[in-house]
Each structure stands twice: as structure tokens, then as C-alpha cells.
């Protein structure tokens, strides 16, 4: 089967194309990128009406370019999926509708697919695929999430984040600093000359026996710390506050995750999302898990933020589990909110 992706959720415009064979391995056979960052930098965040009308200018020589890596015609594609929540309506809005345009054309189904579980399921196209069942860390800009996976479809929250999620606290932060958009990336390249124990802040919820997150209260501590280094901070403190910033999210991350895997009673850890790409997170998870003989997997790196390879694979596994509810009809609608573990999804 081979399944053709379409990522439109909010700022990057993603297409790719992903087969399965008849083992279930799944393959990337040529995927297509652009990220918005640069558009949206100006304004220090998305614009989502800029975003929704960049999608469409996009979306289809971003196509052309993956079937020509893939060396295969429209014909070739057996499935179009898309995301279909949750993320901007308009932009979401947009690779339904050439999805489902598509489709019609070529008189294939339809998948409409739920964004985290396409980073959820990422990692199944890395070099050391996972097996399941597995605890998951869906940590990104929106969303910080511990997922029990036992099977593609088969998901059981264990905890989230009341308020910001971990991504915002390093968005917001880097904001605080005085850095550009996007924050994350920012904060971190900062953090690499810094002292991660220079400045005492706290890790909410860290203590508590529930696996829930809370990152508003490190924000704010973060300002309180700006105000007190004055207008005219030294490069010193400010790449200090960075890496200690960077290193209160990581251990509420790091032990948290832990505990979810102790609670569960499983020895595999997968972690996805944009976050999962921070290098000082992957480090302190790789090592925590050595320690414990835990196994963990993560995504390519190319993969950690949002794209079309992702939306495919998603839509290829769920129909070789045989759940998916593909469409013929070639209607459709977006979902921007959307919780993955709502059963009636699909």
C-alpha cells in the first residue's frame, strides 16, 4: 500500500509518501518540507491567516517534488490521508481540502488522521523501530502528553499538562530572553555556553505522585529572574538563565517519564514531538534509561517536527490494523481540537 501524506496543522506545509509491505515494515519512499519560520518571525509567533494562505501556495509543488523523489506517478498512489486535527481550522482546512480534491481526481479513499498520533507513530520509521506496548512522551509546542500505547489505536492517558505545555515554556522563556522566534531552538543554542545550576527554579508537580505537568510557574519564575538582571543582563546570565531553564523542563521531563514507565509496568519509552529533538533531552533520557534498562526510541531528527511522513505512516498502520475508516465519499471536515485518546475517532 502506498500511502500519500498531507501535513497542514499550523506552520509547516509537509507532503510524503510511505508504503507498506506485506510484513507490515514500513518505508519512506519521498517527502517534501517548508516551514513558515521565517514568514511568521517577524510578528514573534503564527499568524494563522498568513499560515493558512502559505499552505496553499505550497502544498502542491511540495506533492510534485515527493512523487518525483519517490519516482511515482499520481496513479501509483493507492490512499490520500491528510491531518485533520487538531491545529489552525484554516490551515487544516487546506490540506483536507487537496486531500479529498485529490482523491476525487484519482477516485482513491480518504484518511483523515489525528496529528499526535502521527508523532506518536513517527518513530516507526526510524532505524530502531519500537515495539509495543510502550510508554509514549508527546512533548511539543502544544502539547505535553504521557500516553500508554498498546497497539495502534489502543492509547491510555496517563498524564498532561495542566496549563503550558513544555514547548511554550521554552517559547515563552526564550521570549523573556530577549531571543527570536521560534524560542525553543533559541533558548537551547543559548543554554549550550550557560550553567544549568546558576539560577534555582522550580519544576512544578515534580514531587507529586500523579503524572500530570505544569510549566506556567517556571515561566513566571523566569520573568521574576529577568526583572532582577536588570535592562542590560551580561551574556553570561543570560545564556545562565537559559541553560537552567532548559534543565528544570528536561528533569520534570525526564522523571516524570520514569515514573509513567514504573507506574505501567514497561521497559520501552518512546518519545516524539518537536522537543524531542532538544539534545540535552535526548541525553538525560538515554542516560536515566541506561540506568533503569529501558529501552527508548525517538523519531529522526527530521522527523521530530510536524511533516508528511508522519500523517502517512499513521494512516498505513491504521489500516493494516484494520481501523481505519477511510472515505469514498470525498467529503470532509477538520477537527482543531481533538483528543487522541476519543475512541470515535478515525
Known amino acids: 500500500m502506498k500511502v500519500l501524506g498531507i501535513e497542514s496543522s499550523c506552520d509547516e506545509t509537509g507532503v510524503a509518501l510511505v508504503e507498506v509491505l506485506g510484513a507490515g ?105 519500537p515495539e509495543f506496548p510502550f510508554v509514549a512522551l508527546l512533548v511539543s509546542g502544544g502539547h505535553t502528553q504521557l500516553m500508554r500505547v498498546n497497539g495502534v489505536g489502543r492509547y491510555e492517558l496517563l498524564g498532561e499538562t495542566i496549563d503550558d505545555a513544555a514547548g511554550e515554556a521554552f517559547d515563552k522563556s526564550a521570549k523573556l530572553l530577549g531571543l527570536g522566534y521560534p524560542g525553543g531552538p533559541a533558548l537551547a543554542r543559548l543554554a549550550e555556553t550557560g550553567r544549568p545550576d546558576a539560577f534555582e527554579l522550580p519544576r512544578p508537580l515534580l514531587h507529586q505522585p500523579h503524572l500530570d505537568f505544569s510549566f506556567a510557574g517556571l515561566k513566571t519564575a523566569v520573568m521574576t529572574a529577568v526583572k532582577k538582571l536588570g535592562p542590560h543582563p551580561t551574556d553570561i546570565q543570560r545564556a545562565d538563565l537559559a541553560a537552567s531553564t532548559q534543565a528544570a523542563i528536561v528533569e520534570v521531563l525526564v522523571r516524570k517519564s520514569l515514573r509513567a514507565l514504573e507506574q505501567a509496568g514497561l521497559e520501552r519509552l518512546v518519545v516524539a514531538g518537536g522537543v524531542g529533538a532538544n539534545t540535552v533531552l535526548r541525553a538525560s533520557l538515554n542516560a536515566a534509561c541506561a540506568r533503569r534498562g529501558v529501552r527508548v526510541h525517538y523519531p529522526e531528527l527530521r522527523l521530530c517536527t510536524d511533516n508528511g511522513a508522519m500523517i502517512a505512516l499513521a494512516a498505513a498502520m491504521r489500516c493494516q490494523a484494520g481501523l481505519a475508516t477511510s472515505r469514498r465519499d470525498h467529503r470532509f471536515d477538520v477537527r482543531p481540537r481533538w483528543d487522541l485518546a476519543d475512541a470515535g475517532w478515525g
Open 25 to 129: 515494515v514500513p518505508r519512506l519512499l519521498g517527502e517534501a518540507l517548508h516551514s513558515q519560520v521565517r514568514m511568521h518571525e517577524a510578528y514573534g509567533g503564527v499568524v494563522p491567516e498568513l499560515a493558512s494562505r502559505d499552505h496553499v501556495r505550497r502544498v502542491l509543488p511540495l506533492a510534485e517534488a515527493a512523487l518525483s523523489e519517490a519516482g511515482l506517478a499520481l496513479a501509483d498512489i493507492d490512499l490520500v490521508a491528510f491531518t485533520r486535527g487538531p491545529g489552525l481550522a484554516g490551515a487544516l482546512l487546506v490540506g483536507a481540502g487537496v486531500a479529498c480534491g485529490l482523491a476525487a481526481a484519482l477516485n482513491r479513499p480518504t484518511l483523515g488522521v489525528h496529528h499526535l498520533e502521527g508523532h506518536l507513530l513517527s518513530p516507526f520509521l526510524s532505524a530502531d523501530p
